[in-house]
């Protein structure tokens, strides 16, 4: 392929890249009346880029010569003001060994998720069960007309849960998902943790009263804070879109409490970062980009054309879905960072207000304005905890929320998902401690 690269230099590219993709793809799904299998398969081929005339030209192909160098040069069309950061030439392989590696066949794991499906229909209520199993074994390598030779082989594998119940005229619904790349999850993780949670956010559902809309000292759990760093703040911090949005004329300035720092790493070690990007789809070593160090918004996650634009040091945030789509500025696993507070403790301090665990669905505006689900849920009254919640969701706007920020806890974690932007999905990581803090939560009237 180095051919290629020669060839697009020849031709007059100042730059070009060439990214090889090879997926080996699985997944199972068992419900309450069907197993299938939706996926099992291998994707692979490749990306070329130049940069040609001040402009980026592309070319996707699974086989192909030096005709598809002519592809991406005559697709160069543009303004003529990209720039781009150079890197040094640079050779590596990173390779992430699995600590719980498949042994079983497809239909072992099917059995395995049947027993699964079984124990949660053994409560009479529940009317559905939905239970995902996915394994995706990456293998990328990267080249480009700088020297840079980047060979990444990981996996990621998943178990997704969601369950149906009913009681009387009441519905209720629950969700687990649980990522890693450490292997095949039901070993990674424990099943009787995902059955019992799933069956106490049923109940909860079931027998939980409906809030009082307005706003309230609130505790919101790590998954929860995990969603809101990336969707209200993360988002607003790439620098594709920080340079028109709020954060742009922030910087350097105070946005939250000197207790409050958030950042986007290529790594953390914890079982569900999936994040992981030790070096991205630009070749790029991923780094730690701190969105906000002690309540100061500090710095944007960047690909190599911002890097320039914003004279940043490279960041490593260029990814893309698969070979046939461009690299776009995407977040890897954005988190807060813990404080000093135990969680009792910032329970104790709140005299009314609600306890929050695990988003579902929600969605986030260019102003900073956001609304998220919540799937669990509890009251807190003259700091014990009370009743479960049903029907649960909470607003507001990004810098509001990040300055009404009173306490932040000792307890950490980190929980996985996968983000869209640009018609793409990427695998991610949120995570957070839990969070005292003023905001509105939506009920009854």
Same mark, same amino acid.
């Given at each position: 392929?180095?051919?290629?690269?020669?060839?697009?230099?020849?031709?007059?590219a100042?730059?070009?890249?060439?990214?090889?993709?090879k997926?080996?793809?699985?997944?199972?799904?068992?419900?309450?009346?069907?197993?299938?299998?939706?996926?099992?398969?291998?994707?692979?081929?490749?990306?070329?880029?130049?940069?040609?005339n001040?402009?980026?030209?592309?070319?996707?192909?699974?086989?192909?010569?030096?005709?598809?160098?002519?592809?991406?040069?005559?697709?160069?069309?543009?303004?003529?003001?990209?720039?781009?950061?150079?890197?040094?030439?640079?050779?590596?392989?990173?390779?992430?060994?699995?600590?719980?590696?498949?042994?079983?066949?497809?239909?072992?794991?099917?059995k395995?998720?049947?027993?699964?499906k079984?124990?949660?229909? !053994?409560?009479?209520?529940?009317?559905s069960?939905?239970?995902?199993?996915?394994?995706?074994?990456?293998?990328?390598?990267?080249?480009?007309?700088?020297?840079?030779?980047?060979?990444?082989?990981?996996?990621?594998?998943?178990?997704?849960? &969601?369950?149906?119940?009913?009681?009387?005229? !009441?519905?209720? /619904?629950a969700?687990?998902?649980?990522?890693?790349?450490?292997?095949?999850?039901?070993?990674?993780?424990?099943?009787?943790?995902?059955?019992?949670?799933?069956?106490?956010?049923?109940?909860?559902?079931?027998?939980?009263?409906?809030?009082?809309?307005?706003?309230?000292?609130?505790?919101?759990?790590?998954?929860? @804070?995990?969603?809101?760093?990336?969707?209200?703040?993360?988002?607003?911090?790439?620098?594709?879109?920080?340079?028109?949005?709020?954060?742009?004329?922030l910087?350097?300035?105070?946005?939250?409490?000197?207790?409050?720092s958030?950042s986007?790493?290529?790594?953390?070690?914890?079982?569900?970062?999936?994040?992981i990007?030790?070096?991205?789809?630009?070749?790029?070593?991923?780094?730690?980009?701190?969105?906000?160090?002690?309540?100061?918004?500090?710095?944007?996650?960047?690909?190599?054309?911002?890097?320039?634009?914003?004279?940043?040091?490279? &960041?490593?945030?260029?990814?893309?879905?698969?070979?046939?789509?461009?690299?776009?500025? !995407?977040?890897?696993?954005?988190?807060?960072?813990?404080?000093?507070?135990?969680?009792?403790?910032?329970?104790?301090e709140?005299?009314?207000g609600?306890?929050?665990?695990?988003?579902?669905?929600?969605?986030?505006?260019?102003?900073?304005?956001?609304?998220?689900?919540?799937?669990?849920?509890?009251?807190?009254?003259?700091?014990?905890?009370?009743?479960?919640?049903?029907?649960?969701?909470?607003?507001?706007?990004?810098?509001?929320?990040?300055?009404?920020? /009173?306490?932040?806890?000792?307890?950490?974690?980190?929980?996985?998902?996968?983000?869209?932007?640009?018609?793409?999905? @990427?695998?991610?990581?949120?995570g957070?401690?839990?969070?005292?803090?003023?905001?509105?939560?939506g009920?009854?009237?």
């Open positions: 392929m180095h051919e290629l690269l020669t060839e697009a230099e020849r031709e007059g100042s730059f070009a890249d060439l990214r090889y993709y997926v080996k793809e699985v997944s199972l799904v068992v419900s309450e009346s069907r197993k299938y299998v939706p996926v099992n398969g291998v994707e692979e081929g490749y990306s070329l880029r130049v940069l040609y001040g402009n980026w030209g592309y070319s996707s192909f699974v086989s192909g010569g030096k005709e598809m160098v002519k592809s991406a040069i005559d697709s160069a069309i543009g303004d003529s003001r990209v720039n781009i950061v150079f890197l040094p030439s640079k050779k590596d392989e990173v390779k992430v060994k699995e600590r719980e590696p498949l042994t079983k066949s497809i239909e072992e794991v099917a395995d998720l049947s027993m699964l079984d124990e949660l229909m !053994r409560d009479q209520r529940v009317k069960v939905n239970v995902r199993y996915y394994n995706d074994v990456f293998h990328k390598e990267y080249f480009s007309s700088e020297g840079r030779e980047i060979l990444q082989e990981y996996s990621l594998s998943g178990i997704y849960v &969601t369950v149906i119940a009913r009681e009387a005229d !009441r519905v209720a /619904s969700f687990i998902g649980k990522s890693t790349v450490l292997g095949y999850p039901l070993e990674v993780f424990d099943v009787n943790e995902i059955i019992s949670t799933i069956r106490r956010r049923i109940e909860n559902q079931l027998k939980g009263v409906i809030p009082k809309a307005g706003t309230y000292e609130t505790v919101l759990a790590p998954d929860v @804070v995990g969603v809101f760093s990336h969707e209200a703040l993360g988002h607003l911090a790439e620098a594709d879109l920080a340079t028109n949005g709020i954060l742009e004329s910087k350097g300035k105070r946005i939250a409490p000197e207790f409050v958030v986007d790493s290529p790594s953390l070690p914890y079982d569900m970062a999936i994040g990007t030790p070096y991205d789809d630009e070749g790029v070593e991923g780094r730690e980009v701190k969105i906000i160090e002690k309540g100061v918004v500090k710095e944007f996650m960047t690909d190599r054309y911002y890097s320039a634009y914003l004279g940043q040091k490279p &960041t490593g945030n260029a990814r893309a879905e698969s070979f046939r789509m461009p690299v776009l500025i !995407r977040m890897r696993n954005t988190f807060m960072y813990p404080g000093d507070w135990k969680l009792d403790e910032m329970i104790k709140v005299k009314e609600y306890l929050l665990f695990s988003p579902l669905g929600g969605q986030t505006s260019p102003d900073g304005s956001f609304q998220f689900g919540i799937q669990e849920g509890y009251r807190i009254e003259k700091g014990e905890v009370k009743e479960p919640l049903r029907n649960v969701g909470i607003s507001g706007y990004t810098l509001e929320t990040l300055n009404n920020i /009173s306490a932040v806890s000792k307890e950490f974690d980190v929980w996985p998902g996968f983000c869209g932007k640009g018609g793409q999905s @990427v695998p991610v990581g949120t957070g401690p839990y969070i005292k803090v003023k905001v509105k939560v009920g009854v009237a």
